[in-house]
């Protein structure tokens, strides 16, 4: 008898380390690898990059050096609603992961009930002896457990945790996103500024031209066509103008939004006097991209979810296994804890799929079509992510040459300009090249400012483009996507760790 029992408590223990243990079905993932150069075609000849040669932790428009923008930036951080709602996102896929773990435990029920019953007297079969009417209270607990042998709960959980990182990466890269967006409309809304003074300028000095082709014309030195170039020249200018106004307060309003504050109640500084530094962007080498972009990692982590996938796909052809108890008391009285009213029940069911038309294979077929999926987007993904930044690179150097260009221009226009002026007050010229002297310069004004704002904006893109300083160790752990512990007490939400999606100072 003692052999027997010995055996039984063998093959017990056994089966319980094989349910603790599970299969795992899953085929074993490996992060995707693509061949990358040594370095950036845009970023000139190669060099050994130090280790320096990034871009540093932190907030990355501090490279800027204004401290205007960091202060929205940080406005925006705290209160942007729309990064709310993706952090928000991020917290309910933490749920749906301590929702998948729960299958990892047995589900335990208590239940208790009471109640007065009354047979009829003609109830079939009746034998006419015991009561009619009597009383059924009882309490008991029930227990219920599907031992995960072929790993389906354990990858679901798993499935679960690398969507949810997924989901942190999607929100850093959101976060990256309007903050940029911020940044860009910021450097466009002072770019306005100063073209703005530079119409200023202009328009004065067209009021002085109209004064004199005004006094010229008294004079019968020159005629009303004169008058009438330098009063049209002084009108073109002064639309262009009010139009420049009306892009920079649309600009001020959508800075006001990203920030989370109200547009009614919002003003912009203007700034005219002082320049935003023009940072020195350090590319780094293009093996590093893959580890600092947030959604080549969102796109890594669905394609790491994807492969769970196959597994929960292969263990719903095996036998499905449960285990149920119960135990309690029952009586017709109030004797609720006498053991002779007690009852108890233990049992085990298992169900395996023979014929279901194809159903598990098409459910298999298309798990591995999803991962063969993922799989392309993320090559996708980073393709995209280089095009971005040799796009930027290539920009930040060929507007820097525009740039020189551009202010050699500049001061030509000015110079003809002067001059044409000048020899028309002496009466050498016609009003006719001073009207196209003042075009060119006006001109060559407002395409400067337009070259330093674009050259500030391309800034802002190639950090973006870079990863603005983010990396793939900022994901969480897999326990980190853990919300709450099972046999917490405390509220979920209270006890819930959002993501911390600022970088560290």
């Known amino acids: 008898m003692m052999h027997r029992l010995s055996r039984i408590r063998y093959f017990v223990g056994l089966a319980l380390v094989v349910a603790l243990s599970g299969c795992d079905l899953a085929p074993v993932?490996?992060?995707?690898?693509?061949?990358?150069?040594?370095?950036?075609?845009?970023?000139?000849?190669?060099v050994e990059a130090a280790p320096q040669d990034q871009i540093p932790r932190g907030p990355w428009w501090q490279m800027f050096a204004d401290p205007e923008l960091d202060r929205l930036e940080r406005e925006l951080e705290a209160?942007?609603?729309?990064?709310?709602?993706?952090?928000?996102?991020?917290?309910?896929?933490?749920?749906?992961?301590?929702?998948?773990?729960?299958?990892l435990f047995p589900q335990i029920d208590a239940n208790a009930f009471t109640s007065e019953n009354k047979e009829s007297l003609h109830t079939l079969f009746h034998t006419g002896t015991g009561p009619l009417q009597q009383p059924s209270n009882g309490y008991g607990a029930s227990l219920s457990w599907e031992p995960d042998f072929w790993g389906e709960v354990s990858n679901s959980e798993k499935r679960a945790a690398q969507y949810a990182q997924g989901q942190a990466a999607l929100v850093a890269s959101a976060q990256l996103s309007?903050?940029?967006?911020?940044?860009?409309?910021?450097?466009?809304a002072h770019g306005l500024d100063t073209e703005h003074a530079a119409y200023v300028r202009a328009i004065d000095l067209y009021r002085n031209a109209v004064r004199i082709t005004q006094m010229r014309y008294a004079g019968k030195i020159s005629s009303g066509l004169d008058v009438a170039r330098a009063e049209n020249q002084l009108s073109a200018a002064q639309a262009q103008d009010t139009d420049v106004q009306a892009q920079r307060a649309v600009l001020e309003h959508a800075v006001a939004v990203l920030a989370g504050r109200n547009p009614t109640t919002f003003t912009l500084p203007v700034r005219t006097d002082s320049h935003i530094t023009l940072p020195?962007?350090?590319a780094g080498v293009p093996s590093e991209l893959l580890q600092r972009r947030p959604d080549?990692?969102?796109?890594?982590?669905?394609?790491?979810?994807a492969n769970s996938a196959i597994g929960i796909a292969r263990a719903a052809f095996y036998p499905n296994i449960r285990i149920n108890a119960m135990a309690g008391f029952e009586d017709t009285g109030g004797a609720l804890a006498a053991l002779p009213n007690s009852l108890w029940a233990v049992g085990a069911s298992a169900m395996l799929p023979l014929f279901e038309g194809g159903l598990r294979k098409a459910e298999l077929q298309a798990s591995w079509s999803q991962f063969a999926q993922t799989g392309d987007e993320y090559k996708a993904v980073v393709l995209a992510a280089f095009?971005?930044?040799?796009?930027?690179l290539v920009l930040t150097s060929k507007l820097?040459?525009?740039a020189d260009q551009q202010e050699a221009a500049l001061q030509a226009a000015l110079k003809v300009q002067k001059i044409s002026m000048s020899l028309y007050t002496d009466g050498l010229d016609n009003y006719l090249n001073v009207t196209v002297a003042q075009i060119a310069a006006l001109t060559a004004q407002i395409s400067e400012v337009e070259v330093e704002t674009r050259r500030l904006q391309t800034a802002v893109a190639l950090i973006g483009a870079l990863g603005g300083g983010w990396s793939a160790a900022d994901l969480p752990t897999r326990d980190q996507t853990i919300p709450f512990s099972p046999i917490g007490l405390?509220?979920?939400?209270?006890?819930?760790a959002g993501i911390s999606t600022k970088q560290p100072t």
């Open 280 to 282: 020195d962007v350090p």
């Open 79 to 103: 209160a942007n609603p729309d990064l709310k709602a993706a952090q928000e996102t991020y917290t309910q896929a933490r749920d749906v992961v301590a929702e998948a773990r729960s299958g």
């Open 387 to 392: 095009q971005q930044v040799e796009d930027d």
């Open 29 to 46: 993932y490996h992060a995707p690898q693509m061949l990358l150069p040594a370095d950036y075609r845009g970023a000139g000849p190669f």
């Open 400 to 402: 820097s040459t525009e």
């Open 490 to 496: 405390r509220s979920p939400r209270d006890n819930a």
């Open 296 to 305: 080549i990692a969102g796109a890594e982590r669905a394609m790491a979810g």
């Open 178 to 188: 309007l903050e940029m967006e911020l940044a860009n409309d910021y450097m466009a």
